[in-house]
């Protein structure tokens, strides 16, 4: 049974600073596409960064680049979202998800998604 834990999430301040964890359980993380996405306050799902398997390539939303950095860490199977200089607009609800694609952007590619973790960021 396949298992997607966030955590990290939590009220910042611009200009902050925050780490997003994904515990994965029932399949390895580098192995597998894993993807994170977030959904500000009435509005759509939207991709935010993955780290492919082939490869170790990782890709970036061009809001977010240069600001965040994906990661992961085999022994743990855990995937991170470490997010600086954050800004009011990444206010969000952030989901980590898996995608058996090697590169892809498109939620509907991603078949196992985590519960969510809030991230605030006041002005």
């Known amino acids: 049974q396949v298992q997607l834990v966030e955590s990290g999430g939590g009220l910042v301040q611009a200009g902050g600073s925050l780490r997003l964890s994904c515990a994965a359980s029932g399949l390895a993380v580098s192995s597998v596409t894993m993807g994170w996405f977030r959904q500000p306050p009435g509005k759509e799902r939207e991709f935010v960064a993955a780290f492919s398997w082939s490869g170790g390539n990782t890709y970036y939303t061009d809001s977010v680049k240069g600001r965040f950095t994906i990661s992961r860490v085999d022994a743990k199977n855990t995937v991170y979202l470490q997010m600086n200089s954050l800004k009011p607009e990444d206010t969000a609800i952030y989901y980590c998800?898996?995608?058996?694609?090697?590169?892809?952007?498109?939620?509907?590619?991603?078949?196992?998604w985590g519960q969510g973790t809030q991230v605030t960021v006041s002005s």
């Open positions: 998800a898996r995608s058996g694609f090697t590169n892809s952007r498109a939620a509907l590619s991603y078949d196992y």
